[in-house]
């Protein structure tokens, strides 16, 4: 797919460490030599810098722990896709709520479970009311980030993801998430939407 790939182990991710962390993988030297210096300071050799880096480093201690996660990370994203499969079951009979979709060719891992509705702010509130904690990830379109203000996007410039962020919403999602939880998720879930549709 690329020279590159890049790994976030964020302490909410499927393979979180303790604080921030995070890994490049590549087969090019040319990548690998750069990233190595970038994490680093920018050091080519110890006090000697050939552009300006960070410190990036991943500490003894947290690779520590990560080391003894990996053992467990595939059966921690199985358990994501059952629970991905039981919420698919649960809200996909209410076409006021979208489920991911994932294409045939893709095996995805779940970090996240993002369903789109709309009034996603008043689900929100009624999820917030049952005790469902919920998040949004994210509320604003990339094109109207304040960083690509000078390219004078508007959000028409790309409808869908505008429609898409203000409908957006993430429910609990991890491997330790019981069949149970989720039906009282998927419940809550519903009934508001069911009750949404009857006040329209």
Known sequence: MGKAAAFSFYPGKNLGACGEAGAVTTDDTEVS???????????AHKYHHDLEGY??????????????????LENWNEQRRER???????LSRNKAVTCPY?????????HLYVIRTAGRDGMIQHLKAAGIGTGIHYPV??????????????????PVAS????E????????????????????EVLGHVQNALISL
């Open 55 to 72: 410190n990036g480093r991943l500490d003894t201690i947290q690779a520590g722990f990560l080391q003894i996660k990996l053992a467990y």
């Open 102 to 110: 994932e294409p045939s060719w893709s095996h995805a891992v779940h």
């Open 141 to 158: 379109p990339l094109h109207m980030q304040k960083p690509y203000s000078s390219l004078n996007y508007s959000p028409d410039d790309f």
């Open 33 to 43: 030599d750069k990233v190595r210096m970038l994490r680093d300071h920018g050091q």
């Open 168 to 187: 957006i919403v993430s429910l609990p999602m991890s491997p330790q998430l019981t069949s149970e939880q989720q039906v009282r998720v998927g419940d």
């Open 163 to 166: 429609r898409v962020a203000v």
């Open 84 to 90: 991905a499969a039981e919420y698919n079951s649960l």
